[in-house]
Nanobody, 122 residues
Framework: QVQLVESGGGLVQAGGSLRLSCVASGRTFSNYVMAWFRQAPGKEREFVATITWGGGRVAYADSVKGRFTISRDSAKNTVYLQMVSLKPDDTAVYYC???????????????WGQGTQVTVSS
């Protein structure tokens, strides 16, 4: 089992920044690839970014490239999502995810966090 706990969401104006955190725990969490997904009202859950624990390989959705940065602190078992230049379209519940192997498809994710709301006002 892998447990994921997100934090850091909130309300921010367009152009602002937020940093999300995801603390992972469980016996084998380091074997999983970590990712962030998001789900806006009335829309499907979509991939945002992913990172491997070991090599720090990263990948991003086109919609967030250049604005979002995923990183990890292995000593703290924590994955971060730094978001800058936020837009109203970024408004969604953001979920931390763990999968094995790497995936950008929500249906293949093995574990989910509870989600954290990000609201960007215009």
């Amino acid at each position: 089992q892998v447990q994921l706990v997100e934090s850091g969401g909130g309300l921010v104006q367009a152009g602002g920044s937020l940093r999300l955190s995801c603390v992972a725990s469980g016996r084998t969490f380091s074997n999983y690839v970590m990712a962030w997904f998001r789900q806006a009202p009335g829309k499907e859950r979509e991939f945002v970014a992913t990172i491997t624990w070991g090599g720090g390989r990263v990948a991003y959705a086109d919609s967030v490239k250049g604005r979002f940065t995923i990183s990890r602190d292995s000593a703290k078992n924590t994955v971060y999502l730094q978001m800058v230049s936020l837009k109203p379209d970024d408004t969604a519940v953001y979920y931390c995810a763990a999968s094995q192997p790497i995936t950008a498809r929500a249906e293949y994710v093995d574990y989910w966090g509870q989600g954290t709301q990000v609201t960007v006002s215009s």
